[in-house]
C-alpha cells in the first residue's frame, strides 16, 4: 500500500514560481513510475507530468514543458514538481499519482503513463492559484 501527501501549493501570481512535494509513504516507492495531474475548476484531470523509477526518465504535457521539473529523491520518499513562469491556466488542483509498476518510461511509453486510469494511488491534491 503507497499513501500519497503533496504540499508546497499556494496563491501567486503569474511569473512566479513554486515547488509542489509528494511524500509517499510505503517501502516500494522508490520503485513506482509516479506522475503529477491536475484538475482545473469545470474542467477534466489532465496529465502535467511523469518520472521513472530512476529519475532520468521524464515525460511532460506540452503545456507546461520547458516550465515544469519533475524528480523524486527516492532516498526521502518525495516527488517534487519545480513551476515556473506560472500562467493562469495553471490554477487547478494538483495531485501527485502512483502507477504501482517499475521501470524505465520507455517500457510504456508517453501515451499510456499520460493516462489516469494507469495509476493506481493519488493524493489529496494541493491547490494551485495563479492570478493575472
Known amino acids: 500500500q503507497v499513501q500519497l501527501v503533496e504540499s508546497g501549493g499556494g496563491l501567486v501570481q503569474a511569473g512566479a514560481s513554486l515547488r509542489l512535494s509528494c511524500a509517499a509513504s510505503?517501502?516500494?516507492?522508490?520503485?513506482?513510475?509516479m506522475g503529477w495531474f491536475r484538475q482545473a475548476p469545470g474542467k477534466e484531470r489532465e496529465f502535467v507530468a511523469t518520472?521513472?523509477?530512476?529519475?532520468?526518465?521524464?515525460y511532460y504535457a506540452d503545456s507546461v514543458k520547458g516550465r515544469f521539473t519533475i524528480d523524486r529523491d527516492n532516498a526521502k520518499n518525495t516527488v517534487y514538481l519545480q513551476m515556473n513562469s506560472l500562467e493562469p491556466e495553471d490554477t487547478g488542483v494538483y495531485y501527485c499519482?502512483?502507477?504501482?509498476?517499475?521501470?524505465?518510461?520507455?517500457?510504456?511509453?508517453?501515451?499510456?503513463?499520460?493516462?489516469?486510469?494507469?495509476?493506481?494511488?493519488w493524493g489529496q491534491g494541493t491547490q494551485v492559484t495563479v492570478s493575472s
Open positions: 499519482a502512483a502507477t504501482g509498476i517499475y521501470g524505465s518510461i520507455l517500457l510504456y511509453g508517453r501515451s499510456w503513463l499520460s493516462r489516469g486510469t494507469n495509476y493506481h494511488y
Open positions: 510505503g517501502r516500494t516507492f522508490s520503485s513506482y513510475v
Open positions: 518520472i521513472d523509477s530512476s529519475g532520468s526518465g521524464t
